[in-house]
């Protein structure tokens, strides 16, 4: 027995099972991001009626020292974060990408850090960096190499912080996987033919093709990464010591939810954005130029 059609075409069905998505895009993501833009021109306490200010709000953004701090631990952070991960996703994604004994138990291992609740994977790593009963130290003191005093000292917070961000490349992973196991494997077979070494397959073969997929990965954790500093810094430092990981997002969730600042709050968030978007721009056009070089 046929079951009754909607009287819909082929457009119409996609639009209706669309319909769920674009719903939740405005009213979850859209709405709110423009409510967040006109809240930045704009002074806001949640308890009285917002006024509007102009660029009141970005004049004292550029001479908030404060802001700057945070600005330049955020992009300290994310110079140091993208390119890592993004070699840590590649060089997982190569060497997995070949089957053999134990290999899906490997695959596993490498994505699981990504699957933890954010506050349980921070919390984990307090204990782990535990400057008195932390496993870290305790196996660098054993082997003679000195313990480093993590969240205490200012290189030691931003590199703990860098390096518990460094395991969460599951996501990546998967993506730089299936983009290296979809390769033709004619290439390479004419690559050995050709008595091509390792090296220079590499070179000519598997990057270039593998470009667009890193350019993604590269982009998302761009975007991933200015968003990711903030429940580390919050349960681990705090911002500190003497603010060394004071990153923009928990610099707006200090002015918006501790000193009731939302419109302060949201022009930073609109700063942030905005910078965002043009550090992704300059992304793009970097690696074009790097994907095309690699093909000559």
């Given at each position: 027995m046929k079951r009754p059609r909607l009287g819909l075409g082929d457009a119409g069905q996609r639009a209706l099972l669309l319909a769920?998505?674009?719903?939740?895009v405005e009213l979850l993501v859209l709405l709110p991001a423009l409510f967040t833009f006109a809240?930045?021109?704009?002074?806001?306490?949640?308890?009285?009626d917002p006024s509007v200010t102009g660029f009141d709000n970005f004049?004292?953004?550029?001479?908030?020292?404060?802001?700057?701090?945070?600005?330049?631990?955020?992009?300290?952070?994310?110079?140091?974060v993208v390119p890592l991960r993004l070699l840590g996703a590649l060089s997982l994604a190569l060497l997995l990408h070949r089957r053999f004994r134990g290999v899906g138990a490997a695959r596993t291992a490498v994505y699981l850090p990504t699957?933890?609740?954010?506050?349980?994977?921070?919390?984990l790593w307090l204990f782990l960096l535990n400057p008195l009963f932390g496993p870290i130290n305790a196996t660098l003191g054993l082997i003679g190499l000195p313990q480093p005093a993590w969240l205490a000292s200012e290189g030691g917070a931003m590199a703990a912080i860098i390096l518990m961000s460094g395991f969460t490349i599951g996501e990546g992973f998967v993506v730089a996987l299936a983009a290296r196991q979809e390769l033709p494997q004619e290439l390479y077979q004419l690559a050995r033919v050709e008595?091509?070494?390792?090296?220079?397959?590499?070179?000519?073969?598997?990057?270039?093709?593998?470009a667009p997929t890193l350019w993604?990965?590269?982009?998302?954790?761009?975007?991933?990464?200015?968003?990711?500093?903030?429940?580390?810094?919050?349960?681990?430092?705090?911002?500190?010591?003497?603010?060394a990981t004071l990153f923009l997002p928990l610099l707006v969730f200090d002015n918006a939810f501790e000193w009731l600042r939302y419109g302060y709050a949201a022009s930073m968030t609109l700063s942030m954005?905005?910078?965002?978007?043009?550090?992704?721009?300059?992304?793009?056009?970097?690696?074009?130029?790097?994907?095309?070089g690699l093909g000559r």
């Open positions: 769920p998505y674009v719903i939740g809240v930045a021109f704009s002074e806001y306490d949640l308890l009285s004049t004292e953004l550029a001479g908030d020292p404060l802001f700057h701090r945070a600005l330049l631990n955020s992009l300290i952070f994310a110079a140091v699957v933890v609740p954010d506050v349980a994977y921070a919390l008595g091509s070494s390792a090296l220079h397959t590499f070179r000519r073969v598997t990057l270039p093709l593998l993604l990965l590269a982009v998302r954790d761009t975007v991933f990464t200015l968003q990711i500093s903030f429940v580390p810094a919050y349960i681990l430092t705090d911002g500190g010591p003497d603010r954005f905005i910078l965002t978007a043009l550090i992704v721009a300059v992304q793009f056009r970097l690696l074009r130029r790097w994907r095309f």
